[in-house]
């Protein structure tokens, strides 16, 4: 079991993907340390600042315990690809980010996309997040347990600096290896994910983890978290509905396929989301190019 003394083991954005993916496969997760540059963070925090100023606080959900889980003084703040320049070419296009996905989904799944994104906004006095997995979107795999196949991937991104004060994400390391899914572990378990502006957060589905408690006056932490799973999956946002056509087309093909303008292929099908069983990126006329 996890004890309080662990941490979270950290490497740089220069490690290796194999480096990398033995942490997360013993562990569930990893701190990679400057994911993005401070330019970046500067730049995509004003890409959304008038957009988070304008969300009011708190979950609009009308189940009490999903408003809970959003969190009271928390701000989450959606459709990002339709924000921000800076969001859907630079961060969902990182190199790093696209070559652990492919290690980890390529072999067991096929292909994958984007199942959501937002900047996260813990403010002071928010309690604790209930600890959960974010493969719960998708129960069935909870009875699989650490033998099922991974089925979402999160990086988490501070865009302010994380502390154990103002609320950095808790995680129990190891807890993608424990028997029973449905034992998501207690408070006492956890370590905090201590980053700096531009360190990443990167962790399995099958992990632990929830936001920490903001237990400062006047700070706030400020995060964009986006996950993948694969493409036999459907995701949380539905951005075909949401990001216009006129931004699609500036986008490289990798990620409209993250962002379902593309078909997909997970291993062993001939195709999905498809039109007239053709890809869907020719129906619609993208280039198979920038």
């Avoid at 990167?202 to 993948?228: C, I, L, Q, W």
Wanted: aromatic fraction near 8%.
């Amino acid at each position: 079991m996890t004890t309080t003394e662990q941490k979270l083991r950290r490497l740089p954005a220069t490690a290796s993907v194999a480096d990398i993916r033995s942490v997360v496969d013993a562990d569930g997760g990893i701190v990679i340390e400057g994911l993005l540059t401070a330019d970046q963070v500067a730049r995509f925090n004003a890409d959304i600042d008038d957009d988070l100023a304008a969300l009011a606080p708190g979950g609009t959900h009308t189940d009490e315990i999903a408003k809970e889980f959003h969190g009271a003084n928390t701000k989450r703040l959606t459709n990002l690809v339709s924000r921000s320049a800076v969001f859907r070419e630079e961060i969902i296009d990182n190199n790093l980010v696209h070559k652990l996905c492919d290690d980890i989904f390529h072999p067991e799944s096929g292909t994958y996309w984007m199942t959501t994104a937002q900047v996260i906004e813990i403010g002071p006095g928010n309690h604790a997040q209930m600890l959960h997995r974010d493969l719960e979107n998708w129960f069935p795999f909870v009875g699989m347990g650490p033998a099922g196949p991974e089925v979402i991937l999160n990086f988490l991104i501070a865009l302010t600096d994380f502390t154990e004060e103002n609320g950095a994400t808790r995680v129990i390391p190891g807890s993608n290896h424990w028997p029973d899914f449905e034992d998501r572990g207690n408070p006492a378990q956890t370590v905090p994910a201590v980053m700096k502006a531009g360190d990443a957060l990167f962790f399995s589905g099958k992990t632990v983890h929830g936001g920490g408690a903001n237990v400062t006056t006047d700070e706030y932490r400020r995060a964009v978290g986006f996950a993948f799973n694969p493409g036999y999956l459907v995701g949380e946002e539905a951005y075909p509905f949401l990001v216009d056509r006129s931004v699609v087309e500036t986008l490289s093909p990798r990620v409209q396929g993250l962002l379902g303008f593309r078909s997909q292929y997970p291993t062993g099908s001939p195709g999905l989301w498809m039109v007239n069983y053709q890809e869907l990126a020719d129906y619609l006329g993208l280039e198979s190019g920038r």
